[in-house]
């Protein structure tokens, strides 16, 4: 029974590689189309540069993998739930990047020491475009979505995982890869994604139990 159960665990956890499958479509638009707008606000302007949030920024993909493993653990559904607005957002992300192509200026480094050159590194890995609307921010918002609807659970996971979130989500401004409007732009579409997500979901239950399946069983069906 116990090897019945790590095989589901397993299969389940396949479902994650649909995400860096999507992510192809990003390495084939994060490039200089020539033509890029700037969407930096004088509030941007305002807000410094601070090399140490390049930590949470990076531990954004720690936060996303425990996040997602944790979820098919302890919550099957809305894990599920969460890839598909995952899956849905990116896309509709990139669908922005290909028609509306945004970049942030990005101060000049300077220094030898552990923290500039990891800022380094995360420069020369992600070219300066398609910023908007952020995808760290989107996904980062959305796995806290997750934790925060779920009933199974702990209210201490779930304070831990928000805070995370956010800690992420303003990192992206402190070490200048987004902008405000950005971030304003994936909670949108995060926003956006989820109702989608939800009102399919309650249109499939109305569906069912129109033909006359008991809500217990429905419910069950889903976890």
């Known amino acids: ?28 638009l994060n490039q200089d189309t020539g033509k890029a707008y700037s969407l930096m606000t004088n509030l941007d302007r305002q807000i410094p540069f601070i090399q140490g949030f390049v930590v949470p920024y990076l531990f954004w993909y720690a936060f996303l993998a425990g996040g997602f493993l944790y979820l098919v653990y302890r919550d099957r559904a809305n894990y599920v739930r969460t890839l598909i607005e995952f899956i849905l957002g990116l896309l509709l992300c990139y669908g922005v990047y290909a028609i509306y192509q945004t970049t942030v200026p990005r101060p000049a480094l300077v220094g030898s020491d552990w923290l500039t050159q990891t800022m380094q590194w995360v420069y020369n890995s992600d070219e300066p475009f398609n910023c908007f609307p952020s995808t760290h921010v989107l996904t980062a918002y959305l796995m806290m979505r997750a934790y925060l609807r779920s009933k199974r659970i702990a209210r201490g996971y779930q304070f831990v995982t928000a805070a995370i979130a956010m800690l992420i989500i303003v990192s992206t401004l402190f070490v200048k890869q987004h902008v405000i409007l950005d971030l304003v732009g994936a909670v949108l579409v995060a926003e956006s ?9 309650r249109a499939w239950l109305t ?17």
């Open 193 to 201: 994604v989820v109702y989608l997500i939800e009102r399919s979901r």
């Open 207 to 223: 569906g069912w139990k129109a033909e006359g399946v008991p809500s217990d069983k429905l419910e069950r069906g889903m976890k």
């Open 1 to 28: 029974m116990r090897q019945k159960a790590w095989m589901s665990y397993l299969l389940a956890c396949s479902g994650l590689l649909l995400i860096p499958l999507v992510g192809l479509i990003y390495i084939h």
